[in-house]
């Protein structure tokens, strides 16, 4: 193996990526005794067998399907079934975004937990849209309009749930899901202060005078951190962080995980893999490109490590960077993900 191979693949990722984020797989638990099955998946409505679910099921699946995701992972329980038994199934599939339509008020934290848990100990990109849930987590959107009325029928948040995770799953990475139009509803019950709602993380439905849309797309996530700023309120930005997070994890695993040596030397190589693939996204826009976007290996974590077994008070930090680090790989990247055009201060004057 040698760089050329590497950066080919890090650049075909790169071109793919916004292709890649239009068409992201959504997870739906649907609480069902028409049949006996566990899972199914589906890459259109077509496919779906109509005698296999209850017609509200059904109206579920329309929903999610409505937003364009390239599949539907479903995973079925009884109507008095456990919400664990599907998040089980769920834990080692790969999927982008989960809607649990049916899902009662006691269960909301149970999966904003597991989301949660999902995401730091487990380092899944898993993301769930739920209903008046402050998760308090980047990875949760908190939809919270209710009386959401199209044609004959009036969804609760809960029920109206399956749409917004279609949605988002089925947009790309060059454009933010504010302001996205829903032509099919009719009214909604508005918020009476939709910018206190939205400060507080909740993702709310707008009435502009001629359509109802998307306000701000954001999650739940309140508590900021010096890792976790401002910026991963935005549900566009923690979509592009994870497919980053995604295709460098993916692509160490596939090509250098107990395939080559860790010398120094081959470190670099993945360096400059890396980079080049986070130049190539700054070239498509993903990221943005006025600024430096790099991955460099990280001269506090490797000195953390090396503290554990001998005594570095005297190295200078080539001779830790370069450094044997037995299996372990510490590295770091400063980047700038590009956002979208969502707000406009514009000001005339009259001479």
Request: with cysteine; aromatic share 8%.
């Amino acid at each position: 193996m040698g760089l050329p191979q590497i950066i080919i693949q890090f650049k075909t990722l790169a071109e793919t990526m916004v292709s890649r984020s239009e068409r992201g797989i959504v997870a739906v638990i649907l609480k069902d005794n028409t049949s006996s099955f566990d899972t199914k998946t589906y890459t259109k409505e077509s496919e779906i067998v109509k005698s296999h679910y209850t017609t509200t099921n059904l109206a579920f699946l329309s929903q999610v399907f409505q937003g364009n995701p390239s599949a539907v992972i479903v995973e079925r329980i009884g109507t008095d079934g456990s919400i664990d038994t599907a998040l089980e199934r769920l834990k080692n599939k790969k999927w982008n975004w989960l809607t649990v339509p049916s899902v009662q008020s006691g269960e909301t934290g149970t999966i904003a937990d597991w989301i949660r848990e999902q995401r730091s100990t487990y380092h899944k990109t898993f993301k769930a849209v739920l209903p008046d849930t402050a998760a308090d987590s980047e990875g949760v959107v908190n939809f919270a309009t209710d009386g959401i009325k199209v044609g004959t029928k009036t969804y609760t948040a809960a029920e109206y749930c399956p749409r917004i995770a279609g949605i988002l799953a089925g947009l790309p990475l060059n454009r933010s899901a504010t302001y996205y139009a829903l032509p099919e509803v009719e009214a909604i019950t508005e918020s009476e202060d939709p910018d206190a709602d939205i400060d507080a993380g909740k993702l709310i439905l707008i009435n502009d005078g001629t359509k109802i849309k998307i306000a701000r797309a954001v999650n739940s996530l309140m508590t900021l951190t010096d890792r976790v700023g401002e910026d991963f309120k935005k549900i566009k930005i923690v979509e592009s962080a994870d497919m980053i997070r995604d295709d460098i994890r993916t692509t160490f695993e596939d090509e250098f995980i107990g395939k080559i040596e860790n010398s120094y030397d081959n470190k670099v190589i993945f360096l400059a893999a890396v980079n080049k693939y986070l130049k190539d996204l700054a070239d498509a826009g993903v990221l943005y490109d006025k600024f430096e976007n790099k991955a460099e290996i990280d001269i506090d974590a490797t000195a953390n490590w090396l503290k554990q077994t001998r005594d570095i008070s005297g190295w200078d930090e080539e001779k830790i960077k370069t450094a044997n680090t037995g299996t372990n790989v510490f590295v770091k990247a400063n980047i700038q993900i590009q956002d979208a055009m969502e707000d406009l201060k514009f000001t005339i004057y009259m001479s």
